[in-house]
């Protein structure tokens, strides 16, 4: 049977299906407290791997899903990132359906790169190909570096649509969520993010 993932190259990165080899760096990433800092949890070995199997069987069910992403350069594995249902327990109205979510978690050694924002711009790119209407993005309030992602990728924010997550009990940190959305049509800002530049030296 073909595989269902719909890989994609960028300049530094491969956005493909996730592999065996793929689940014990997973699991790692998934268990260290600075990347799960903005989740309820680190994830145990197990959930790890039934993580993977979700994955597999989004992709299968839905035309999209999350990528392993790996590096050119390395050829290393540092994470996932792609679209997702919209869970249902999540209190997002879309404004348009069909809606997905677009999400991103790599491994912190890898962070400060663009390599979310890069990949991420191929996940806008699918949706548009794939004709959904929207795209959401959702976070905790406290996670200021997948915000800027968003940002970078020219979502939009209406405090309005900020949330409590259901799973989050009240009074945690984590219990507030940030919306941002994007729509796959001109005028709602682009898919490929403005070049990048360093900043001059202080
Ligand atoms: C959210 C997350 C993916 C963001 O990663 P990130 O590396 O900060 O984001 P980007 O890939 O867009 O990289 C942007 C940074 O790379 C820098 N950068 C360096 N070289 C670059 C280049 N060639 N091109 C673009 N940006 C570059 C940018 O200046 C920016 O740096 P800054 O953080 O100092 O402003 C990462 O923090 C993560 O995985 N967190 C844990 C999981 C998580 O919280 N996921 C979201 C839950 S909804």
Same mark, same amino acid.
């Given at each position: $049977?073909?595989?269902?993932?719909?890989?994609?190259?960028?300049?530094?990165? @491969?956005?493909? !299906?996730?592999?065996?080899?793929?689940?014990?760096?997973?699991? #790692?990433?998934?268990?260290?407290? *600075?990347? $799960?800092?903005?989740?309820?949890?680190?994830?145990?070995?197990?959930?790890?791997?039934?993580?993977?199997?979700?994955?597999?069987?989004?992709?299968?069910?839905?035309?999209? !899903?999350?990528?392993?992403?790996?590096?050119?350069?390395?050829?290393?594995?540092?994470?996932?990132?792609? @679209?997702?249902?919209?869970?249902?327990?999540?209190?997002?109205?879309?404004?348009?359906?069909?809606?997905?979510?677009?999400?991103?978690?790599?491994?912190?050694?890898?962070?400060?790169? !663009?390599?979310?924002?890069?990949?991420?711009?191929?996940? @806008?790119?699918?949706? +548009?190909?794939?004709?959904?209407?929207?795209?959401?993005?959702?976070?905790? *309030?406290?996670?200021?570096?997948?915000? *800027?992602?968003?940002?970078?990728? !020219?979502?939009?924010?209406? &405090?309005?649509?900020?949330?409590?997550?259901?799973?989050?009990?009240?009074?945690?940190?984590?219990?507030?969520?940030?919306?941002? +959305?994007?729509?796959?049509?001109?005028?709602?800002?682009? #898919?490929? &993010?403005?070049?990048?530049? &360093?900043? &001059?030296?202080?």
């Amino acid at each position: $049977m073909t595989s269902p993932v719909v890989e994609r190259r960028t300049p530094r990165l @491969l956005l493909r !299906g996730f592999v065996h080899d793929d689940r014990s760096a997973f699991a #790692a990433m998934n268990a260290d407290p *600075a990347v $799960m800092e903005h989740y309820p949890a680190p994830l145990s070995r197990d959930q790890s791997d039934a993580f993977v199997d979700r994955v597999r069987a989004t992709w299968a069910e839905h035309g999209y !899903g999350l990528w392993a992403v790996e590096r050119h350069d390395t050829a290393t594995f540092i994470g996932y990132v792609g @679209l997702w249902p919209v869970p249902a327990d999540v209190p997002v109205r879309a404004r348009r359906d069909p809606c997905a979510e677009v999400g991103w978690r790599l491994a912190a050694a890898h962070w400060g790169n !663009g390599f979310a924002t890069e990949a991420a711009a191929q996940a @806008l790119q699918l949706a +548009r190909t794939l004709g959904l209407s929207e795209v959401v993005s959702f976070t905790a *309030a406290t996670n200021d570096r997948s915000q *800027a992602v968003m940002r970078r990728l !020219g979502m939009t924010h209406d &405090p309005r649509d900020d949330f409590d997550h259901p799973a989050i009990p009240p009074g945690h940190v984590l219990r507030r969520h940030v919306l941002y +959305r994007w729509m796959p049509q001109p005028g709602s800002g682009p #898919a490929t &993010p403005a070049p990048w530049t &360093p900043a &001059p030296p202080a």
